[in-house]
């Protein structure tokens, strides 16, 4: 790219809404101070940050760069799990609800954080006695039920690397997975529910095993309501290889002695599937990747110990990791999970649950939410949604009009929203609004977080003031990527080659406006040439979905002669 191939841009919004006086005065992050500490003293910034983590050994040097290898937080030594629930077990946070479950079809748990601790506890001395070692890797591929948290954090606690395969994804896809990773255990159910029917993930898995050599041990969990104990009839379950985890529990030692994992050491793998050749297994590690997840689920979601807080994802993609699983446990909070689909068994589903569980964060997709207005506001309006204090989207840019009816329909033109931009690679957000501070504005991600250096440049890595062109980060922050998996060259050349390994590139378009708030346009990969101007794929899609007629739009080029 070159200066002439600069995106242009035409979406032209000025809205504004800055955060209420009440908001912001009850916020965590209150004031640009928290942004000038960062700046004065980066590497200060994320070492506070992580000071506020559980360690067994104290760290030596905060950031070791070789790019484009980053070592945070040197010689440290701590456990994900232990930060998660043990932490917990000494204070009143111990009889709080961690986890709000409810199923599709209507049945409903609720885990204290120690009920949590107990569970975890339990299934890490089960992969133990299976033989899993610190170091092995455990591939997870569960429906959306607590127990997949509970297989995350028990590999956390024993230095199992985990790799959560989305529970949608084929035999073929869980395969290539497994192999690439050559993981020893499979931790699936028996089936999972979507719309009204079961989908038979055993019977996936059994077709993908076919061909993982590396498989010792399969565990299934009996997901099926009214399935009876060791039901057999819906799975084949093969002797020596599988078994049912609520049988292997049953006898497990309640405590397991965490292991002290280094904090370069890895804590999971999440396959991308990128945009061509085969998925990317993302390594991610356990010290400076706590720290900036916790840090930003602290403070853009503005946690308190009074909220109930849910984000739709699903925990086979990396939001799931970060913000349902690792951030707010790590912080005590109450945590809702839902299994099935938004309109399932009817289109008011998703408020059915804000209203009963008094939800107060609510973090979802523009997807979802132009869905949602696509079904007509009949649906929210059902339901007392006043409960709701802040709203945030995550996946892709929103456009405005996406934006302005979430503000109206759902948070009642008083709830602040987060437009946040990250990725797999990134770890945790890297671009959003802190809700007490920034005044937002409809379709703008607005700043980076505090401690995150980004920049819009050209092709040659100049700095765009104002005005459209690649996004970069510049240096390095804590929950970084650290590796592909397998595949370091393949790492630098993604990732580090455009600007001969000076800046990480997300591979995303951005424009910079006036007020120095980012608007993301898209993957550059998608950039259309009509009659000589370069456009952003998520600039037309947002003028199509403007339209009252137009519900959801997905723009692709097409070559043409002229």
């Not at 979406?11 to 640009?32: G, I, K, T, Y």
């Not at 609800?97 to 001395?125: C, H, M, Q």
């Not at 070692?133 to 569960?142: E, F, M, P, S, T």
């Not at 804000?354 to 979802?364: I, L, N, P």
């Amino acid at each position: 790219m070159t200066d002439s191939m600069r995106l242009e841009t035409l979406l032209d919004e000025h809205r504004e809404f800055p955060p209420s006086d009440a908001f912001r005065a009850a916020a965590h992050a209150h004031s640009d101070a928290v942004y000038d500490e960062a700046a004065a003293d980066r590497e200060a910034f994320w070492a506070g940050w992580a000071g506020q983590l559980e360690w067994y050994e104290r760290w030596n040097t905060v950031l070791e760069w070789k790019a484009p290898h980053a070592r945070w937080f040197v010689g440290g030594r701590l456990n994900v799990a232990v930060n998660c629930l043990d932490r917990h077990m000494h204070s009143a946070c111990r009889n709080k609800a961690a986890l709000i479950w409810e199923g599709e079809p209507g049945d409903r748990r609720v885990l204290t954080y120690r009920d949590l601790y107990r569970e975890v506890n339990k299934f890490a001395n089960v992969l133990k006695a299976l033989g899993v070692k610190r170091g092995d890797r455990v591939a997870i591929y569960l429906p959306m039920v607590p127990e997949v948290a509970i297989a995350m954090l028990a590999c956390a606690r024993i230095g199992a690397p985990h790799s959560v395969v989305f529970g949608g994804f084929s035999a073929e896809s869980l395969r290539d997975r497994i192999n690439d990773l050559g993981a020893v255990v499979l931790v699936t159910a028996d089936g999972g529910y979507r719309r009204g029917q079961v989908v038979p993930l055993k019977r996936e898995a059994d077709e993908a095993l076919e061909g993982c050599p590396t498989i010792r041990h399969v565990i299934v969990f009996q997901r099926r309501v009214g399935a009876s104990g060791g039901d057999e009839a819906f799975v084949h379950i093969r002797e020596g290889r599988d078994h049912w985890w609520h049988r292997l529990m049953q006898d497990a030692p309640a405590y397991c002695e965490p292991e002290r994992m280094d904090a370069e050491d890895l804590l999971y793998i999440l396959y991308t599937s990128g945009t061509t050749g085969k998925p990317k297994g993302i390594v991610h590690t356990t010290g400076g990747y706590l720290t900036q997840v916790v840090a930003t689920t602290k403070l853009v979601f503005d946690l308190k110990d009074e909220d109930v807080y849910w984000c739709t994802a699903d925990v086979g993609w990396v939001t799931g990791h970060s913000y349902i699983v690792y951030g707010p446990l790590a912080l005590g909070a109450t945590v809702l999970m839902y299994e099935g689909a938004p309109d399932w068994p009817d289109r008011n589903r998703f408020w059915e649950l804000v209203e009963r569980y008094a939800v107060t964060v609510f973090y979802t997709a523009p997807t979802a939410i132009r869905a949602f207005m696509k079904w007509g506001t009949e649906y929210p309006a059902r339901h007392d949604l006043s409960s709701l204090r802040l709203l945030g989207t995550v996946g892709e840019p929103i456009n405005p009009e996406a934006w302005i009816w979430y503000h109206h329909n759902i948070g009642g033109q008083r709830c602040p929203i987060v437009d946040t931009w990250w990725q797999t690679e990134t770890g945790g957000i890297m671009i959003t609004p802190l809700p007490g501070i920034v005044a937002t504005k409809p379709g703008s991600a607005t700043k980076p977080f505090p401690g995150i250096d980004v920049e819009v440049v050209d092709g040659e890595g100049r700095r765009i003031a104002v005005g459209g062109g690649l996004l970069a980060i510049t240096t390095p922050w804590p929950g970084m990527l650290r590796t592909i998996w397998g595949d370091d060259e393949r790492y630098r050349a993604t990732y580090w080659s455009k600007w001969d390994g000076r800046y990480y590139f997300p591979g995303d378009g951005a424009k910079r406006d006036e007020d120095g708030y980012f608007w993301l346009l898209g993957r550059v990969d998608d950039v259309l040439n009509v009659a000589g101007h370069r456009l952003g794929t998520m600039e037309v899609e947002s003028a199509l979905v403007d339209h009252p007629a137009v519900a959801e739009a997905a723009v692709v080029g097409k070559h043409h002669e002229l």
